[in-house]
């Protein structure tokens, strides 16, 4: 298996094959959104560096509902999303925070179908593609 970040490309100056990442180099998001909890990492340091308004913790936590996402059969792009995360630089609610929490904590594979039933990170069947072209639309996804 190989690990790949195809958000890296030949503008940045990065020490390694971004096809093939070595897994000490590859952070997974909910690793980084409990670091970022615990005042380890500073969430304003993760997102897209080159583009303003795209770091933050609500940045952090969309990886993390999209990781969810994807272990549960439901494969989005990286710039795919729905819900209140989609509030750049806004504060996220308690009740937002606990839920991205249940999910970075889960370990197991028996988790992600339970974690996903709770309407908070799962996904609905719209959501806003904000892919660089066309721009912002709305997607409805095939009924799963």
Known sequence: MRLADAQVHSGYDVPL??????????????????????????????GFGSVEGLRGLWFVRGNVLRDLAALNGVELLPWDGWGPWLRKSALLS???????????????????????????????????????????????????
């Not at 094959?17 to 615990?38: H, K, Q, T």
């Not at 889960?106 to 799962?122: I, K, Q, S, V, Y």
């Open 94 to 144: 308690e009740d937002e925070l606990a839920a991205a929490d249940a999910v970075a904590a889960a370990r197991c594979e028996d988790d992600w179908p339970r974690l996903f039933t709770d309407p908070r990170p799962a996904v609905p069947a719209g959501i806003t593609s904000y892919a660089p072209c066309p721009g912002p639309r709305r997607v409805t996804l095939p009924v799963r």
């Open 17 to 46: 094959d971004p096809l093939d990442v070595p897994r000490d180099a590859f952070l997974v998001a909910r690793d980084v959104w409990r670091a970022c909890r615990r005042g380890r990492v500073d969430p304003r340091t993760c």
